[in-house]
DNA sequence: GTGGTCTAGACCACC
DNA sequence: GTGGTCTAGACCACA
């Protein structure tokens, strides 16, 4: 029931925000169902020992985890996986995995890759990161 | 063979830095045809007074478009979209396009999409942005 | 003349204390009617139990209750209800509402209600906390 | 269609964090129409040195107005407030109202107030905040 | 000029 | 034990 930090790892020189590449884990593993709601992340300070950064960088990154509703706040435990709801109209959200989509079809297109390229590897992430 | 800076737009709310948003719009633009090599991109002057922003901003974009292999800069007459040559190993670029993919589907799982609801999804855009 | 500690419930992701809670949950079932001075409200144990919560929270809010002059410990037995007795002049009191009131108007128009959405709530609560 | 830092005031004595007192007070004064869409928060930096505090705190309070889409960020130039719009069915926002107006009922009651001293404290309030 | 990020370290409220 | 707040000060990205 409890979430290791070891499932956690930080780039320092990927240009991206320390906290923002917590939470992309977080959503990431949440995503895999390599973590449930229900679970605990690990203890800020834990958290922080464990990565080596600031405790206020861990603190912010739950913090926004909350603020989106992913997370909530028990008093006195620590930070739980929120039972995650499903938000908008399906055309809505159609829309919003478009321009999620878009550039990275474009990257593909860029590097040249062809249709019989791009399908098989969505197919491989979808079986990863499954329904 | 000159493309218009009409065909640009930028948000300057929109999270994303303005000179990047430009750099994706023409590789948005190149990748769906819209615009092709050997055609110039409106001068710097030009650009900043259509998009009401400031010039250095758009010089910086147009440097690493530069940088990056896309453009290449004609002494006296602007920047020319290249012809694009394409790098690296398959397998490299499969790489690539799979860290591209990813917090896609990670987003689509979180939007509560299935697989028969994201690949029509892919597929259309696969269409719009042909090989 | 027991309070059960049925009638209270606390939500320890809810942001407020959970002592807090506690504290306004008495005062509402008082304001409301609900449980009357001379009652004894729950032992310490008997709420924590019941709440699924660190007794040391349930004595905190007792202990408030008690300075603010709602409840008073008889000793041997609990905590008792107290009559309530009316503090400060008119004026005072109608600031202090003002100030507790204003903050739900503030909020009332953020959420772009109007007068005539707004009366018609506050006397049905005036109704179910009765003079 | 700037806003003056003036406007602002922190009570540090208040015991609600800084970066609250200040997103409180921006809906406050966006509620009661003294600020407007479209203007400018003071920058980070001005309201720090104005209210005294660390510019950090500043930036957290921009930065969740920002994330609940009261303000947004201009690059280069700011925080603007945002056009504000209305969500949720009104039977969810009256639900939100009431949930916030009713602890000041139930202070009202403890105050030992009359609907006929609380309704027009109601109205004068309704009318420094107008629709 | 604008806001954003991070650190080290102090202190607080709550459970 | 948990998370939250604030400071002082450094440094960065962007326009």
Known sequence: MAILPEQFEIHPTSGAPIYRQLMDQVLALLAGKQIQPGEMLPSVREMAVALGVNPMTISKAYSRLELEGIVER???????IREQK??????????????????AIVRARQLGLRDDQITPLLHKLLREIPE
């Open 86 to 103: 499903i938000e908008g109209s399906l055309s809505k959200r159609l829309q919003d995995l478009e321009t999620a989509l878009q550039p």
């Open 74 to 80: 028990v008093r006195g435990r620590g930070m739980m």
